[in-house]
C-alpha cells in the first residue's frame, strides 16, 4: 500500500489547487530536514481517494500526514494517531488555536434565541461531528431536547437543505472555516434563502496528524516542517494559505491531546447534567495498532495457560486457580479438558492451526459512568462466574481472563474444540446460555466498546511461543451508560462492525 497523505476537512473542489500548493510546501520543507521522499507522496489524497479510516484500519504505517475532527481524534482514533499541530485560521469564528460553527437558519424563521428554534429539525452533517452535532447541541442549550436532527452527509448539504424550502430542516450549524470557504466560492448569493443567526461555544481547530506508528524522530521533522511552511514567503504558499483562511499551524504544542479530551468532555457534561439530547456516534472501525495492541495481551494470557498446563498435567477440569502476570496484573484461568489437550491446541503445528477467540474491553472513561457503576461491576463479575460453571468440554478446552494493564479492564482467551474460528464461536454461542445474556443486559453497561478477534493459533518459533492469526474482528460500540440511564440520545443500539482479515473466512463466518 502506498503511502497516505490526506487533508479531508476542507476538501472542496474550489481550494485544491491552495490545498496542492499547501502541501507541496510542508513535502518540501520535510524532505529538506531529512525525511525520506518515499514517507511522503507527491500527491495528497482526495475524497475520492482512500479514506483515513481505510489506511489506519488495513496499514497504519502509510499514514504519514491527514487532518481530523477533534471528536474521532479522542475516541476511535485515540491510539491510532498522534497530534502534530493545531490549525490557526481566520475565517470569523476563528481565534487562535480555536474555531466555532456557525449557526444558520432558514430566512424565513425569525428570531435569534435558542427558544426561539424549539420543536424546530436541524439538519447535521454527522451525528459524530464535533462542529455540526454537538456544538449545536451546546449552543441550542435547554431547547435542545426539543429539536430533531436530520442527518445530510456534508455541512454543504447541510446548507442546501435549510434552503430548501420543501425541506422540513430550518437550522444547522457549520463549522465556521467550511462556511468561509462555501461563502467565498459561491460569491453574493450564497445567503440567499438563509440568514445568520449567531456563532457557537468554542473548541480547539481540527488537528494535523500522523499514525501512532510514526517515528519520534520523523515526527519532529514533521512538526517542524510545517512550521516552516507556515512562516513561508513564498508568494505561492502565501496565497494559498490566504484561500483556505489558514494563517498557520502551531506545533508549539500549547494544544494537547488532553486539551482537545477535556472541551469536548466539558461539553458533554454539560449537556448530560441538563439531562439534554447528545448525538453518540462510535469511533472507526479499530486498527491494526489496537489489534497490536490486543494481539500482544493474547499472547500474556496464552503463555500462562502453556505454563500451568506443563506444570500441572493432571489438574482437574473446571478448578479455577489465581494468577499474576507481568507488572503484577491479575489472571483467572479454568481448564475445562485435560491440560494437554491446551498445548496441542495452542502449540499446533503451523500446517494445522487450531482456533481460539480474544475478547478484548474497554470501559467508559468516568464521565460518562452511570451512578449505579458499583453495581453494574458486580453483575458484570456474577455473569463471568455463571459463564465459566456453563463452559462444556465439548466446546471450550480452557478459559484464561486477565488484566491488560495493574488494576484495569479485564480481557478473555478461549481455547476451542473445534478446529476453526468460525465453528468454534458458533458452538460457544449455542452451548453458553449465560454468553447471550452477557452480551444483551451486562456489556452495554459495562463496556464502551469490545473488540472479538477469531484467531487462528499454531507454534511460532521457541518451544512455548505461539503465533496468532486474525480471522475476523468484530467492534461493538456501546453508548455511555449515563446516556442509557438519562434516554439522552435518539439511538441507543449498539453498533457492531465487522472486518475480516482474510477475505476467505467471510464465507465461512456468515453461513454460520
Not at 524532505?31 to 496499514?59: H, K, N, W
Not at 469564528?93 to 444558520?104: A, F, K, L, P, Q
Not at 480474544?358 to 461491576?377: E, I, M, N, S, Y
Request: glycine share 4%; hydrophobic share 40%.
Amino acid at each position: 500500500m502506498a503511502a497516505f497523505a490526506g487533508l479531508p476537512m476542507y476538501d472542496f473542489e474550489t481550494v485544491r489547487t491552495a490545498h496542492v500548493t499547501w502541501y507541496t510546501c510542508i513535502r518540501r520543507e520535510a524532505i529538506r530536514l531529512g525525511l525520506s521522499q518515499s514517507c511522503l507522496p507527491t500527491a495528497l489524497e482526495t475524497s475520492d481517494g482512500r479514506s483515513m479510516d481505510e489506511v489506519l484500519t488495513f496499514d497504519p504505517t502509510k499514514m504519514i500526514l491527514a487532518q481530523t475532527c477533534g471528536l474521532p481524534l479522542i475516541s476511535g482514533y485515540r491510539r491510532a494517531l498522534q497530534l502534530l499541530g493545531t490549525p490557526v485560521y481566520t475565517a470569523e469564528g476563528c481565534s487562535g488555536t480555536n474555531y466555532s460553527s456557525v449557526i444558520i437558519a432558514s430566512a424565513s424563521t425569525t428570531g435569534d434565541l435558542p427558544s426561539d428554534f424549539q420543536d424546530q429539525i436541524a439538519a447535521v452533517n454527522s451525528l459524530s461531528s464535533l462542529s455540526g452535532s454537538l456544538l449545536l447541541s451546546a449552543w441550542l442549550g435547554s431547547s435542545a431536547s426539543t429539536v430533531q436532527p436530520v442527518t445530510t452527509g456534508s455541512h454543504a448539504q447541510s446548507l442546501v437543505s435549510v434552503r430548501d424550502p420543501d425541506h422540513p430542516a430550518c437550522l444547522a450549524s457549520i463549522d465556521a472555516v467550511s462556511f468561509a470557504l462555501l461563502q467565498e466560492a459561491h460569491g453574493p448569493d450564497f445567503l440567499d434563502g438563509l440568514r445568520v443567526v449567531g456563532f457557537t461555544p468554542a473548541a480547539p481547530a481540527l488537528p494535523y496528524v500522523t499514525s501512532a506508528t510514526t517515528s519520534p524522530a520523523d515526527v519532529e521533522i514533521l512538526k517542524q516542517a510545517l512550521h516552516a511552511a507556515s512562516i513561508s514567503q513564498d508568494p505561492t504558499v502565501m496565497a494559498a494559505k490566504q484561500s483556505l483562511k489558514l494563517s498557520k499551524v502551531d506545533v508549539s504544542g500549547a494544544v494537547k491531546f488532553e486539551d482537545y479530551e477535556a472541551r469536548i468532555v466539558a461539553l458533554r457534561e454539560t449537556l448530560i447534567q441538563q439531562s439534554l439530547p447528545i448525538q453518540y456516534t462510535p469511533p472507526p472501525l479499530t486498527t491494526l495498532v489496537v489489534v497490536e495492541e490486543d494481539l500482544n495481551f493474547l499472547q500474556d494470557l496464552a503463555k500462562l495457560v502453556i505454563a500451568t498446563a506443563r506444570a500441572e498435567p493432571n489438574r482437574q477440569p473446571h478448578q479455577l486457580s489465581l494468577h499474576e502476570l507481568s507488572d503484577e496484573r491479575s489472571a483467572r484461568l479454568v481448564f475445562l479438558a485435560p491440560p494437554a489437550e491446551a498445548l496441542a491446541v495452542l502449540l499446533a503445528p503451523e500446517s494445522k492451526p487450531r482456533a481460539c477467540v480474544g475478547f478484548v474491553g474497554d470501559r467508559p472513561p468516568q464521565h460518562w459512568l452511570a451512578k449505579d457503576d458499583h453495581c453494574t461491576v458486580d453483575a458484570c463479575w456474577a455473569t463471568d462466574e455463571e459463564l465459566v460453571r456453563n463452559l462444556s468440554a465439548d466446546t471450550v478446552v480452557a478459559y484464561c481472563s486477565g488484566q491488560r494493564s495493574p488494576g484495569g479492564d479485564w480481557g478473555n482467551l478461549v481455547v476451542f474444540q473445534a478446529p476453526t474460528p468460525h465453528q468454534g464461536i458458533a458452538a460457544f454461542r449455542t452451548h453458553n446460555p449465560p454468553h447471550a445474556r452477557a452480551t444483551g443486559s451486562v456489556a452495554p453497561r459495562y463496556y464502551q466498546s469490545v473488540r472479538i478477534h477469531a484467531l487462528k493459533v499454531c507454534q511460532d518459533q521457541g518451544d512455548d511461543q505461539v503465533r496468532f492469526t486474525p480471522c475476523r474482528t468484530l467492534q461493538v460500540e456501546y453508548p455511555p451508560p449515563s446516556l442509557l440511564d438519562n434516554q439522552t440520545t435518539v439511538d441507543l443500539k449498539p453498533t457492531r462492525r465487522y472486518h475480516y482479515w482474510q477475505e476467505e473466512q467471510k464465507a465461512l463466518f456468515e453461513a454460520t
